[in-house]
């Protein structure tokens, strides 16, 4: 993060470099001595015009009269909006065939998020922050359909691989006081693995939809126990003692909760 900053600042001094001078000749150039400059300007709006009487750039109000800056390509096309609305403000860049490609908004109950889009409704990442919670990071593929989550909830981080049936397929959890955990999932949604610690302590689970499978945990008196399973039976043990075997979803819910 700190390079990506230090590229950002680099990139943006070489930018100015190159071109403040030239800009700022244009634009802040001085006015004329007989020029009257205004102390205020009063107005329901204020439109910039290219050469041709088109509307390039201004502030006005939008249909709901909530106040609105934008920016015009020679299309007439709206490139760049900013507005505030009663639930918060927002900032939208779009593309040259006008569809919304990012979108930064603030609401006022503290919800933040960016919006990565193709065009307008497709999402492509999406970050959001809400408080009380923590800031989640989503990645979509081109069918608008998403694969991949990366989220701090409630201060316990964790990343979900997902199937295209919007269903887990792998995920990573983390407690800082009870341990973490790498799941997997079958193509029915079915939770069929689980392999990390739980207080400190190692545990492999390996089941089929049938309950059979392989168990592997620390028993209630610290002894490690090994078992293969059969219709939910433990059928062998390394140890000649039957481990004791928790439901799969109980393993994960003990991370979550």
Request: hydrophobic share 40%.
């Amino acid at each position: 993060m700190k390079t990506i900053h230090i590229i950002a600042i680099i990139a943006i001094s070489f930018v100015a470099g190159m071109f403040g001078g030239a800009f700022s000749e244009r634009v802040f150039a001085n006015p004329k001595d007989e020029a009257k400059i205004h102390d205020e300007i009063v107005a329901h709006g204020f439109f910039l015009v290219d050469e041709n009487k088109k509307p390039r750039a201004g502030m006005s109000f939008d249909n709901s009269g909530n106040p609105t800056i934008f920016v015009m390509d020679r299309e007439e096309n709206a490139r760049i909006k900013i507005g505030n609305a009663p639930g918060g403000s927002i900032l939208t860049l779009s593309g040259k065939d006008a569809g919304m490609n990012v979108a930064l908004k603030a609401d006022d109950d503290g919800n933040s998020g960016i919006a990565i889009m193709k065009t307008s409704g497709q999402p492509r990442m999406m970050m959001q922050y809400e408080p009380g919670r923590g800031p989640a990071f989503v990645l979509y593929d081109d069918n608008n359909t998403g694969k991949a989550i990366f989220m701090v909830d409630h201060g316990k981080p964790n990343i979900t691989l997902l199937q295209g049936n919007q269903k887990p397929a792998i995920s990573l959890l983390s407690d800082p006081q009870k341990g973490a955990m790498l799941a997997a999932w079958n193509s029915q949604g079915q939770h069929r693995l689980s392999l990390g610690l739980m207080h400190d302590k190692p545990l492999l689970f390996a089941y089929n939809p049938d309950d059979t499978g392989l168990l592997f945990n620390t028993q209630r008196d610290g002894r490690p126990a090994l078992g293969l399973l059969s219709e939910g039976r433990v059928v062998w043990s390394a140890s000649g003692v039957a481990p004791e075997m928790p439901a799969m979803d109980g393993i994960l819910d003990q991370i979550l909760r």
